[in-house]
T-cell receptor, first 117, second 113 residues
Framework: DVKVTQSSRYLVKRTGEKVFLECVQD?????MFWYRQDPGLGLRLIYF???????EKGDIPEGYSVSREKKERFSLILESASTNQTSMYLC????????????????FGEGSWLTVV | GNSVTQMEGPVTLSEEAFLTINCTYT??????LFWYVQYPGEGLQLLLK?????DKGSNKGFEATYRKETTSFHLEKGSVQVSDSAVYFC????????????FGGGTRVLVKP
């Protein structure tokens, strides 16, 4: 089975802190994604990556950055956390788009609940 | 761009009732369609998918048919259980959009004994 592991399930951070959310997948997937989930807003894409050292902005990248130094690991970074970044963060991965199979399933981790106080 | 619209919840049902969650979409190119489920306190799990028109995805008693003519992918289950209480998300990807998932807003379903 595909495994997408997020390092922390629950975090509480102070305003202004630098926050790292780590995600690892074990299926050699090229694509990795970070979403945030908020009540009434569904899931919104923050950043995604198609390959090592490659990143592209999603729909709401402001206040976030990402790092993909190794294929299996995709980190989300909040340079200076703010209270409006309190949310649930979901990491996901999938096989490459280059196969032409747009039906490739995207697999999700269990989520990281971040509270910024 | 791509977008997904699904019915707002919460949907409250009794056990063994019939469940339908409507989902319609707009997409560039030829999308693949998905239903994901999120149980309380957990991440998202793929429930079913369909990759071309008229395909029917099915899993755990749930079904959805890819209707290109009506741009719809409605989720149905004939007899729900309390354990089906969750949030259900309709989603799509397309090559034209770089295979990123676009989600609907989610529909919370509560099944009462």
């Amino acid at each position: 089975d595909v495994k997408v592991t997020q390092s922390s399930r629950y975090l509480v951070k102070r305003t202004g802190e630098k926050v790292f959310l780590e995600c690892v997948q074990d299926m050699d997937h090229e694509n990795m994604f970070w979403y945030r989930q908020d009540p009434g807003l569904g899931l919104r894409l923050i950043y995604f990556s198609y390959d090592v050292k490659m990143k592209e902005k999603g729909d709401i990248p402001e206040g976030y950055s990402v790092s993909r130094e190794k294929k299996e690991r995709f980190s989300l970074i909040l340079e200076s956390a703010s209270t409006n970044q309190t949310s649930m963060y979901l990491c996901a991965s999938s096989l490459t788009a280059g196969t032409g199979l747009s039906g490739n399933t995207i697999y999700f981790g269990e989520g990281s609940w971040l509270t910024v106080v | 761009g791509n977008s997904v619209t699904q019915m707002e919840g919460p949907v409250t049902l009794s056990e063994e009732a019939f469940l339908t969650i409507n989902c319609t979409y707009t997409a560039t190119g030829y999308p693949s369609l998905f239903w994901y489920v999120q149980y309380p306190g957990e991440g998202l799990q793929l429930l079913l998918k369909a990759t071309k028109a008229d395909d029917k995805g099915s899993n755990k008693g749930f079904e959805a048919t890819y209707r290109k003519e009506t741009t719809s992918f409605h989720l149905e289950k004939g007899s729900v259980q309390v354990s089906d209480s969750a949030v259900y998300f309709c989603a799509l990807t397309s090559r034209a959009a770089g295979n990123k998932l676009t989600f609907g807003g989610g529909t919370r379903v509560l099944v009462k004994p």
